[in-house]
């Protein structure tokens, strides 16, 4: 037992034990502020009791020997570090008026409304120091008090800033440097996960912007997660099991995302946290109810995320021999839920003005289209790293490939890439699975170098290669004419649109907007049919001067006739005569033999 050295040099007639330490003191100057000493010695048998034991004392020996030298009437200095204890302890003592003017409870009050409660660093400090003493903290309700002001303190903060920004931008003033407006959340990372979340919830009641407690959160969760290790000195040591650090792990991560705001398509966290949050619940054996939330999340603002936000490793179950790289059961839900949630919209959309609907589905500009056509490369992009998987199964692969619906892809050239490394990868695939990958691949939307590579490409079927010379023919027969045979030839104009590497937007209607389609293609279909009649009537009469013309001056001519050659035997397949110019496009019933059916499930 630690002996404290006596506080005054008159002998003491009385001995404290607190703990391991023990106080030689006087009676007198105890019994005069402590309530809790003064009845402890009344109630002894024992008058000449000369020591007494205070358990659980709060804050300890060194929050006692403090109070112990305001009883002898001695300077104690009250700091944001001993202001937690002081309180603490002058509630357990009973160090209150009613033993004393000015006791040590009083003057820790003062304390608190006049240095901690308004200042928010002040309080989030103090609460800090709290954790040590919380049932006692919790009981006098330090804990909620502390909160509660951080909370409209910080809401205040937020409300002086904005009308501070209104008052320079309304005058005309020059903006001078300010801080951060989340300076006081970073301070929060020093709080446990319980006081964090009671504080973030506070805060969130109070009225706190939601980027605001997007970028608390995130700078807790870094700091938590990161920090896990190097804050734990069992865990340095060695000592800890690693189980015991996946469920703290997975604590933390379950309570991020219980904090995090409103699931929507523009919410203020970023999606490299919301994947990260993601791998480390997985990694962590985090629910399912938390893994299917983060999932969610990730789904609304997929138009938001690289490729590596869903390169989610595979976990090992079973033979790992035959464990893919990456898990792609996972990525399927991620794009289900950004299709469905689109067609959930387009459901209400016939609700809307006709000119809302416009803007929505057929501009190339219009949000969704942009949305469609970022989502569309980031999965070609992911085809192409899984495709190089051995252990990754075709039916997997393919139900991938087959996600998209037809007028998310622009340009083909990226799911091609990754369907000709996949059947590299896989040799021994299947001729009906080869089949049904290479149907996923819409030949027209194929760049000119995609196109040559495909007809030399062994790995693909022959009526894939058939199908690719067939379009290139029809391209180059519609280049030689000058675009004027465009409706015999199915409106090539729109069947190869924006072929630039720069992905831009594809004026194309989505077919899962048939209620919008249909209601304004049929307005237009009677008008469309005459002008094209006219159209038609005079394109006959110039069609055979025009084409002897072309015939004698176009240089490609021998090119031409040379193609055109090599292609003889395929002409009774396509019967290019028997297309009709209806509408620019081609009949569903002459479809072509190779012609791709995408599905909209997922398999």
Same mark, same amino acid.
């Given at each position: 037992?630690?002996?404290?050295?006596?506080?005054?040099?008159?002998?003491?007639?009385?001995?404290?034990?607190?703990?391991?330490?023990?106080?030689?003191?006087?009676?007198?100057?105890?019994?005069?502020?402590?309530?809790?000493?003064?009845?402890?010695?009344?109630?002894?048998?024992?008058?000449?009791?000369?020591?007494?034991?205070?358990?659980?004392v709060?804050?300890?020996?060194?929050?006692f020997?403090?109070?112990?030298?305001?009883?002898?009437?001695?300077?104690?200095?009250?700091?944001?570090?001993?202001i937690?204890?002081?309180?603490?302890?002058?509630?357990?003592?009973?160090?209150?008026?009613?033993?004393?003017?000015?006791?040590?409870?009083?003057?820790?009050?003062?304390?608190?409304?006049?240095?901690?409660?308004?200042?928010?660093?002040?309080?989030?400090?103090?609460?800090?120091?709290?954790?040590?003493?919380?049932?006692?903290?919790?009981?006098?309700?330090?804990?909620?008090?502390?909160?509660?002001?951080?909370?409209?303190?910080?809401?205040?903060?937020?409300?002086?800033?904005?009308?501070?920004?209104?008052?320079?931008?309304?005058?005309?003033?020059?903006?001078?440097?300010?801080?951060?407006?989340?300076?006081?959340?970073? =301070? &929060?990372?020093? #709080?446990n +996960?319980?006081?964090? %979340? /009671? @504080?973030?919830?506070?805060?969130?009641?109070?009225? *706190?912007?939601?980027?605001?407690?997007?970028?608390?959160?995130?700078?807790?969760?870094?700091?938590?997660?990161?920090?896990?290790?190097?804050?734990?000195?069992?865990?340095?040591?060695? =000592? &800890?099991?690693d #189980?015991? +650090?996946?469920?703290? %792990? /997975? @604590?933390?991560?379950?309570?991020?995302?219980?904090? *995090?705001?409103?699931?929507?398509?523009?919410?203020?966290?970023?999606?490299?946290?919301?994947?990260?949050?993601?791998?480390?619940a997985?990694?962590?054996?985090?629910?399912?109810?938390?893994?299917?939330?983060?999932?969610?999340?990730?789904?609304? %603002?997929?138009?938001?995320?690289?490729?590596?936000?869903?390169?989610?490793?595979?976990?090992?179950?079973?033979?790992?021999?035959?464990?893919?790289?990456?898990?792609?059961?996972?990525?399927?839900?991620?794009?289900?839920?950004?299709?469905?949630?689109?067609?959930?919209?387009?459901?209400?959309?016939?609700?809307?003005?006709?000119?809302?609907?416009?803007?929505?589905?057929?501009?190339?500009?219009?949000?969704?289209?942009?949305?469609?056509?970022?989502?569309?490369?980031?999965?070609?992009?992911?085809?192409?790293?899984?495709?190089?998987d051995?252990?990754?199964?075709?039916?997997?692969?393919?139900?991938?490939?087959?996600?998209?619906?037809?007028?998310?892809?622009?340009?083909?050239?990226?799911?091609?890439r990754?369907?000709?490394?996949?059947?590299?990868?896989?040799?021994?695939?299947?001729?009906?699975?080869?089949?049904?990958?290479?149907?996923?691949?819409?030949?027209?939307?194929?760049?000119?170098?995609?196109?040559?590579?495909?007809?030399?490409?062994?790995?693909?079927?022959?009526?894939?290669?058939?199908?690719v010379?067939?379009?290139?023919?029809?391209?180059?027969?519609?280049?030689?004419?000058?675009?004027?045979?465009?409706?015999?030839?199915?409106s090539?104009?729109g069947?190869?649109?924006?072929?630039?590497?720069?992905?831009?937007?594809?004026?194309?209607?989505?077919?899962?907007?048939?209620?919008?389609?249909?209601?304004?293609?049929?307005?237009?279909?009677?008008?469309?049919?005459?002008?094209?009649?006219?159209?038609?009537?005079?394109?006959?009469?110039?069609?055979?001067?025009?084409?002897?013309?072309?015939?004698?001056?176009?240089?490609?001519?021998?090119?031409?006739?040379?193609?055109?050659?090599?292609?003889?035997?395929?002409h009774?397949?396509?019967?290019?005569?028997?297309?009709?110019?209806?509408?620019?496009?081609?009949?569903?019933?002459?479809?072509?033999?190779?012609?791709?059916?995408?599905?909209?499930?997922?398999?």
């Amino acid at each position: 037992m630690f002996a404290c050295r006596p506080i005054s040099d008159v002998s003491s007639d009385l001995t404290v034990e607190v703990g391991t330490s023990s106080f030689p003191l006087h009676k007198f100057p105890l019994v005069s502020r402590s309530g809790r000493i003064r009845k402890i010695l009344l109630e002894a048998k024992d008058n000449k009791i000369c020591k007494i034991n205070l358990p659980a004392v709060p804050g300890g020996g060194e929050a006692f020997e403090l109070a112990a030298k305001f009883c002898y009437g001695m300077n104690v200095d009250i700091t944001l570090a001993n202001i937690a204890s002081l309180r603490c302890i002058a509630h357990y003592l009973e160090m209150t008026e009613e033993f004393a003017d000015k006791n040590l409870e009083s003057r820790a009050e003062a304390y608190l409304k006049d240095n901690v409660l308004p200042n928010i660093s002040h309080s989030i400090s103090v609460l800090h120091h709290c954790e040590r003493l919380l049932s006692v903290a919790e009981d006098i309700n330090l804990v909620l008090r502390l909160i509660n002001a951080i909370a409209s303190n910080a809401c205040k903060e937020q409300l002086t800033s904005g009308l501070s920004k209104l008052d320079h931008n309304f005058q005309g003033k020059v903006v001078e440097p300010e801080t951060p407006s989340d300076w006081w959340g970073k =301070s &929060l990372a020093v #709080l446990n +996960l319980d006081f964090f %979340q /009671r @504080v973030l919830s506070a805060v969130k009641s109070k009225g *706190l912007k939601q980027d605001m407690i997007s970028k608390i959160l995130i700078n807790y969760a870094q700091t938590s997660l990161q920090g896990l290790l190097a804050r734990d000195p069992n865990v340095m040591k060695g =000592s &800890l099991p690693d #189980l015991d +650090l996946i469920k703290k %792990q /997975r @604590v933390m991560v379950e309570a991020i995302v219980s904090l *995090l705001p409103t699931q929507s398509r523009k919410s203020s966290v970023p999606m490299g946290f919301l994947s990260s949050l993601l791998k480390t619940a997985i990694g962590s054996s985090a629910s399912i109810l938390c893994r299917s939330d983060l999932e969610r999340r990730i789904g609304l %603002q997929l138009d938001q995320a690289i490729l590596e936000d869903i390169l989610i490793p595979a976990t090992s179950h079973g033979n790992s021999h035959s464990i893919t790289m990456y898990d792609t059961d996972l990525v399927l839900r991620i794009f289900a839920i950004f299709l469905n949630l689109d067609e959930d919209e387009d459901e209400d959309n016939h609700l809307r003005d006709e000119s809302e609907m416009v803007y929505d589905f057929d501009s190339p500009g219009s949000p969704k289209q942009s949305s469609i056509l970022k989502v569309s490369k980031l999965l070609d992009n992911y085809l192409t790293e899984v495709a190089v998987d051995s252990n990754l199964s075709p039916s997997k692969f393919i139900a991938l490939a087959e996600l998209l619906p037809d007028h998310a892809r622009v340009v083909s050239d990226g799911l091609y890439r990754a369907v000709d490394i996949f059947l590299k990868v896989h040799p021994n695939i299947k001729d009906s699975e080869r089949y049904r990958l290479c149907k996923t691949i819409d030949c027209q939307k194929l760049s000119q170098e995609a196109c040559s590579h495909a007809a030399q490409n062994e790995r693909l079927p022959v009526q894939m290669a058939v199908q690719v010379l067939y379009f290139e023919q029809i391209r180059l027969r519609n280049a030689m004419n000058g675009g004027h045979n465009q409706f015999f030839f199915g409106s090539l104009q729109g069947q190869f649109p924006q072929r630039s590497g720069s992905g831009a937007g594809s004026g194309a209607i989505s077919p899962r907007d048939n209620y919008a389609s249909v209601r304004r293609e049929n307005r237009e279909l009677k008008l469309e049919v005459a002008r094209m009649r006219m159209r038609l009537t005079d394109l006959e009469k110039d069609h055979v001067s025009m084409k002897q013309d072309l015939v004698r001056s176009h240089p490609g001519n021998k090119l031409f006739k040379s193609f055109t050659k090599k292609l003889s035997k395929l002409h009774s397949l396509f019967r290019l005569s028997a297309i009709k110019p209806l509408g620019g496009k081609a009949n569903s019933e002459s479809r072509f033999l190779f012609q791709k059916r995408r599905r909209h499930s997922v398999s």
